[in-house]
């Protein structure tokens, strides 16, 4: 699925350069479940950005099945982004004013689905996250593990192959979290997702199948 | 999606939508109104100069007075002469006189009819007309017996517009009681075959009959209608002028609501020319372009031909009308321009700054929007639509309260008081000037004519309030969408993360 070769990201900060991934080498199946841990500032969130496409490195190469993220246009990169790839974040990042409803639509927007398949596949997705009954909620009106399923199904409601998840419990109490992992383990299971998830937290990082550790931009394999 | 969006937003956001759009509407309404009283101070003053000028005239020409040279008399002064067998004199030794003269138009200078030929030789002149302003003055009075011997000689009674100034009002004067009143009327000898341009083209027909060709050399006068109603005079009636019986042959209003005719009488040129003693001489003649874009060269080619003349086009005669009507039409033109652009360019920066404000705190989301695949155009798309709606609501509520403001000004209906050239002094002149010094009265003869100021709403207001609302909408989201445009995903998210 995911192949990075020598991988690079710096940043200027004012008068100074941050390396953010150094010489990143690592590939990722199909259908895995990895979690990615390591100290705040350690690069944890840029490589997922790279996962992404949502940016691009300053150095080496990035791929997706075929497609060479690295050094695809803008346009194309939001492309891959719209029907390849699922996000989840912390802060849930839904669009307050918008239902649960609309929010789930919003990532089949860009697709050119009809009205109508749209609203269809919305109410699916919600759902099967279990908040079918919640559909006419503004986030407001959602808890925090409510919010965060809801974003789940956002980024499930496109079919995508994989599902990135930036610390998608750190917000979340720890009967939230457990039952927020339990989906997201029984989507990667059932649909065969490529799940890659970001966490500090040690019980989520057990759950997945691989682990990996960044510091200072540098990525190791942990048992 | 787009549009459920976008309401959503306006719905959710209702302080920043309310405040834009307050804004706007300010804005756009007093824009409207602005521009309504602008368009009704022009008509008002279309409507006086059209009054004086006629319609379709776009240049007048005619000749400054000049000052009296060396050992010249008084000007403008009109003399009556009174011989032994003048005045009747009834069985208590008073006598009474009256007299009355064709005079040049106060504060008019005339020049030879021939600059009229030379007007029309001139490249993109149309038409032209000549015109002679005159003022008729009536002499009315008694004289009493003298109490002593005095009386010798001619008994020459001489009212001479050189005398003091015995008072005001029209009587008055004399000596020994004598009691008199000086009474003017206005009187513009006119082409009567020229019915397309001149005073006579801005009249309507009250009553009988205009002048037509026919009457050339005829005694025949047509009289503003206000004026024979107050003469208590009509169709077919005769009065007397410069000494002579006319026959009235039709009256005529202004086609304007709001102002008199150019003058009380209307006479044949060339009778007007000779009862005045002023053979082939002319006070103004009238211009019409071929076009309204050659009005300049016309104005420089006249001025050119006729270097002894004053050309004057009709912007060059708007300048001539004064008064509060002046006054509020220099007050829109610099102060309410000047004022609905500084409230306008304060609108739209408002709404610009609250949609670059309503960017900003929205990073997250158009990261976020970005991130699962919106395309920048579709989130410049969605920002602009939502400018273009608030802009529009703004529009909305700038249109109602700009209608509202119009029919305000509309209902108070002020009025403003208009000063025109000496030739609009065209009304009551009776009355008796105050004494017969040097022409006095005359000479300032200009007249103050009330104008009710309308302000009137015109598809171009309504579309210029309508296009505002949009280029403003338009304006701030197009910088609100810029703004939101350049956000990196990956920035945005780690900005807020």
Redesign the interface.
Known sequence: MYTLENVTKTYRQKERTIHALKDVSLSIPTGQLVAIQGPTGGGK?TLL?ML?A??RPTSGRIALGEADLSGMP??KL??I???EI??V???F?L????TAQ?NV???I???GVA?DE?RRRATEALASVGLGDRAHHVPSELSGGQQQRVAIA??LV?EPDVLLA?EPTGNLDEQTRDEIMDLLEGLHRDRGLTLVIVTHDSAVARRAERRLHLTHGTVTERA | ?FF??LR??L???RRQTAIVAVGMALAIALVMIVNAVSGGVRDAQAAVLESVYGVGTDLTVSQAPTAPGEGEGPSGGVRFEFGQDDGATDDDGTTALSNSRLTAGPGSSTFDASTLDAVLEVDGVAAASATLSLTNVTFDGELPQRPTDQAAGDQAASGDAGAPAPGEGGAGGGFGGGNFDVTSVTVTGVDPAAEAIGPLSAVELADGRGLDSGDAGEYVVVLDAEYATTEGVAVGDAIELGGTEFEVVGTVTSTSADAATASNAYIPLDVAQALSGMDGQVSDISVQAASASDIPAVKADLEEALPDQTVSTQEDLAASVSGSLGSASSLISSLGLWLSIAVLAAAFLIAILFTIQGVTRRT??F??????????R?IVGQVAGESLVQGLIGGAAGLALGFIGIAIINAISPSLATTSSPLAAGAEGAGGPGGFGGGGPFAAAQETTEVVLNAPVTLGVVALAVGLAVVGGLLAGAIGGWRASRL???EA??S??
Not at chain 1, 95 to 98: D, R, V
Not at chain 2, 367 to 376: E, F, Q, R, V
């Open positions: 969130s950005q992404g949502l940016d803008d346009t939001g492309r982004r719209a029907t699922g996000f974040f912390q802060g990042n669009i307050p004013t918008l609309e639509e919003t990532a927007e860009p697709l009205a749209r956002r980024a496109k930036d | 999606m459920t969006y959503r937003e719905a959710g956001r997250r989301e990261g976020t929007l970005k991130a699962i695949g919106w395309s920048d579709r990196r995903p990956a998210l780690r807020v993360a």
